[in-house]
Structure formats: structure tokens, C-alpha cells
């Protein structure tokens, strides 16, 4: 089983729409959750992260559940610009390794 | 823009040759990433540097090695090229306080390294 799964997708969502995506996690020592997002041809950036009680960032809301070993992202009123691949990202324990997901793919339709 | 930058944008190699690519931190950042990623497939760690010494690597081979500057920028060397390490390498820098389990890290534009 893979550290980080993720469902590659694609998503194909109308405009408007809602989505949420989840992460499986299989290392219950990991510490630290996040979600990263990459367009096409280009570098990561970090969307945000995911903490244990919930956090909300504008139309984005990330979750994290310990006991289930999973995360989501949840996307409201989805844009033509949130078009992208949503990477997940797990650390486990400071021992420094970082693990990505292989990312979901999502296609917002005008 | 991240203040991260990499060199050289693209690379072009042979089977069983050296490459050496490089990276500069952002200002004021004391460690540095650095990532594998193919085609299709989410960034694979490959090891980080913290204050010029290893602190942490992932699953790679010993071919692959690095060097981290007094400045805080980095190197990423690997010997013996084979094709399967064409892909598009990725460095990010982060300022680790020692304090927080994971600090933000900014990503470069990446290398695109092709093994023919």
C-alpha cells in the first residue's frame, strides 16, 4: 500500500459546482497534513494545512481525520481558475521525509 | 514568484553521464528540498539539506547526492545517469525554526532533465 493515495482523476466539474477531493495516509505516525496545489508546467505552491479540528480558507475547507487516517479538500463555487492538480502532502514524525500524493486532477468546465 | 531559482531550466544527457543542477534559496531561508517528479506522478523527496548538512532522505540511491553552501543555496548531483531518471527536479527552500514539525516550502520553477 502507498504511503499517500490519491484519487488521480480526472474531475470534470461545472462552473460553480462543489468538489472535495480525500487523501489516505497509511503511516498513523505521521504529524503534519497539507494540500499543495500545481497547474500545469509548474511548481508546487501550498494551499494550506490541514489541522485536526477543521480549517476553512475562503471557499476552500481542508479536514483531517486522525482515526480514518484520511484528509479532504473541499472546493465551493468552483472556478475556471481552480483548475489544477491538488497535490496531498504528509510528514511523518520529523524524521524528515516528506511524502506527496500523485495528485488529483481537476477540470472545472465553463 | 517564490524568490527560488534553479539552474539549468532544461538538461540533456546521455546513459551513465554526471549532471549537476542548482538552486538558490529564498532570502533568509536555511534549508532546502529537494524533489523527483516523472510524468503524471506527484514530487518524490529525495533529500534535505538544513544548516550544509543531510537532514533526511528519501528512497534514492546513493548516486544521488548534494551539497549545501555557507549561503544557504544548494546543489543536487547525480552520477551514472540512467534513463529512468529523466524527470522534472524540483528544489524548495523553507525556514526551519527547529521549533515547528513542517515549515512552508517554496518551490523553484524546477530542472527538466531528459536521459536519452
Known amino acids: 500500500r502507498k504511503e499517500v493515495e490519491q484519487d488521480p482523476g480526472p474531475f470534470n466539474v461545472p462552473e460553480g459546482a462543489t468538489v472535495a477531493f480525500n487523501c489516505t495516509y497509511s503511516n498513523s505516525a505521521s504529524q503534519s497534513f497539507f494540500w499543495y496545489r500545481q497547474d500545469c508546467r509548474k511548481e508546487p505552491k501550498l494551499l494550506m494545512s490541514?489541522?485536526?479540528s477543521g480549517n476553512e480558507d475562503g471557499r476552500f475547507t481542508a479536514q483531517l481525520n486522525r482515526a480514518s487516517q484520511y484528509i479532504s479538500l473541499l472546493i465551493r463555487d468552483s472556478k475556471l481558475s481552480d483548475s489544477a492538480t491538488y497535490l496531498c502532502v504528509v510528514e511523518r514524525n520529523r524524521d524528515d521525509k516528506i511524502i506527496f500524493g500523485k495528485g488529483t486532477r481537476l477540470h472545472i468546465l465553463p | 514568484e517564490t524568490g527560488v531559482t534553479q539552474s539549468p531550466t532544461h538538461l540533456i544527457k546521455t546513459r551513465g553521464q554526471q549532471v549537476t543542477l542548482r538552486c538558490s534559496s529564498q532570502?533568509?531561508?536555511?534549508?532546502v528540498s529537494w524533489y523527483q517528479q516523472a510524468l503524471g506522478q506527484g514530487p518524490q523527496f529525495i533529500f534535505q539539506y538544513y544548516r550544509e548538512e543531510e537532514n533526511g532522505r528519501g528512497n534514492f540511491p546513493p548516486r544521488f547526492s548534494g551539497l549545501q553552501f555557507p549561503n544557504y543555496s544548494s546543489e543536487l548531483n547525480v552520477n551514472a545517469l540512467e534513463l529512468d531518471d529523466s524527470a522534472l527536479y524540483l528544489c524548495a527552500s523553507s525556514l526551519d525554526s527547529g521549533r515547528a514539525p513542517y515549515n512552508e516550502q517554496f518551490f523553484g520553477p524546477g530542472t527538466r532533465l531528459t536521459v536519452l
Open positions: 532570502s533568509g531561508h536555511n534549508t
Open positions: 490541514v489541522y485536526s
